[in-house]
């Protein structure tokens, strides 16, 4: 059995402790300069006399106020999730939040008035080659320029979503804490929060996941009431936002923000909908391999073998480097500086946050991740995503800020590319019986992020909708459009029992962002539909690729696709994802027939 590793990360490139003085400093800096900057644009920006050169340096400056303190909020956050415990971490974030809100409150009306300055003046300015370097940041800072109000109602709906829209919010997230999940397991009564009782759906005993289940329900059901209640709210507070804010359909302003056109997402949901096909294909399989005769809502995430198999720190280190390398020998160089120059916090320890994360501080210096090695496979995966990640921000760092981090859509561009190519190099060094659970779960993995979330989008516009034409909506009428919706995506492979119907209650970004969910499916199929073209082109594709990586966020989705050639508005690009997941199903059920040959 290995060791847990003891790698963790050497902070000393930013700030040489919580009480080094540089930190206040620059957050001292920053206000003077945020000051001498208002007193110098205030009234320029928006005005018949803007120039680009006015407007550049005024960009200009502000990117450069805002790295020292983009690099002391990333020090003061990773030093709080490195160790949650200490008070003095907590203490150190509010107190750089509460600054760096006074930086923010003197800056403020360059944003506004750059997105109030009229289009003619902006679309003259931004011809000028001077400004070549800001023209996505520009067009971005103006995307919802036609849905602002005036001053004085921004303000009024500002002030009133406290008690309102966020208000509802927060009772959602805290009703839904509060939740009490009794279940009887081994003979003995226990009473779980929700994260606990959704993991045992992933019990390898069916009648455990069984008793999740209908635990599951019983604490959503006993709460039935309250958390319709809070939907219908919810949703009626945004058709009131949207028709103040003049859009013409619920998804739009999801869609402005992710710089996506509708007939560009509506395409990627129809190419979903197209494949869910393949789920169908693979929960047949799975059922055999399970051995049951049919599968109910709580066995779709069952294990099919449990593994043991674990993998030192070093050896992830390897597969990792290994599996980037064979595809760019500039993917594995970027990556390998993660290691060698202790950018990772790999070390479990108590008081550390969980989950994973990259954070990517500034151009100008280095990105960090931090995950919870703890030697299983998973856990390579996980590396590999964050890293990912990591590579991403290292090759966009020719770019200067405002340009570096991406929208949403194109965020896991990296992260689900390396994680593809690291299961390819996982799927090569293991046997028959490891090779089917690791192909299982990449499979459930994808399609939880590509067709699942597909269909909850479905269903989220099936809400909207219903509650602007039907008034309020019933807990069995929203329960009606989620069962459908799901089922429609698992076809006769699955059967979602009655008691599934309840359980849209839970999901936040239903209450907390609508239509977040599609960029989800967008994001993974997008990496799937590249790697097709990976796998088609060969060594050819590999440099157009890193230059995607290397263009960071300095353009609109559309815009950086198009300059490898691709046009997200094809439905045939999109189709080549599902390709890729037509081939993974496609294995799955060779390696079952060989595994069941074996066995007989
Ligand atoms: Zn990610």
Known sequence: MPEMTKVAWDLSDLFGGIDDPAIDKALDDSLARAKAFAERYRGA??????????????????????????????????????????????????????????????????????????PEIIDRLVRDPVLANYKHFIHASRLFRD?????????????????????????FEESLSALEFKITLDGQEQTLSEPEVLALLRDPKREVRKAAAGSLTQGLVANSRLLTFIFNTLVYDKSIDDRLRRYEYPEQPRNTSNELDRETVETVMDTCVEGYELVARYYRVKRQALGYDKLYHYDRYAPLFESKEEYSFDQAKGIVLESFGRFSSEMSNAAGEFFNKNWIDAEPRKAKRGGAFCISTTPDLHPYVLLSYLNRKEDIMTLAHELGHGVHYSLASRQTLFNFGSVLPIAELASTFGEMLVFQSLVSKSNLEEKLALYAEKIEGIFATVFRQAAMYKFEQELHRGRR??????????????????????????????????????????VESPFYVYAYSFGELLVMALYSMYLREGESFVPRYIELLKTGGACSPEELLGRVGIDIRDPEFWRGGVKVLEGLVADFEKLHAEWKQQRQ
């Open 45 to 118: 920006i928006d005005s018949d006399n803007l120039t680009a050169g006015t407007l550049l340096e005024a960009i200009e400056e502000l990117e450069d106020m805002a790295i020292p303190l983009s690099k002391v909020a990333s020090y003061v956050a990773q030093v709080f999730f490195a160790d949650t415990s200490k008070p003095e971490h907590g203490a150190l974030m509010q107190h750089v939040q509460e600054r760096q809100t006074e930086v923010a409150l003197e800056l403020i009306f360059f944003e506004l008035e750059l997105m109030a300055a009229k």
């Open 147 to 171: 849905h602002k109000l005036p001053e004085g109602e921004e303000k009024i709906l500002e002030e009133k979503a406290n008690t309102g829209g966020r208000a509802f919010e927060r009772l």
């Open 469 to 510: 034409e039907l008034g309020e909506l019933t807990t069995e009428q929203i329960g009606e459009m989620w069962q459908r919706n799901i089922q429609t995506m698992f076809k006769d492979s699955v059967e979602l029992g009655e008691e599934h119907a309840n359980w849209w209650m839970y999901v936040n970004h239903f």
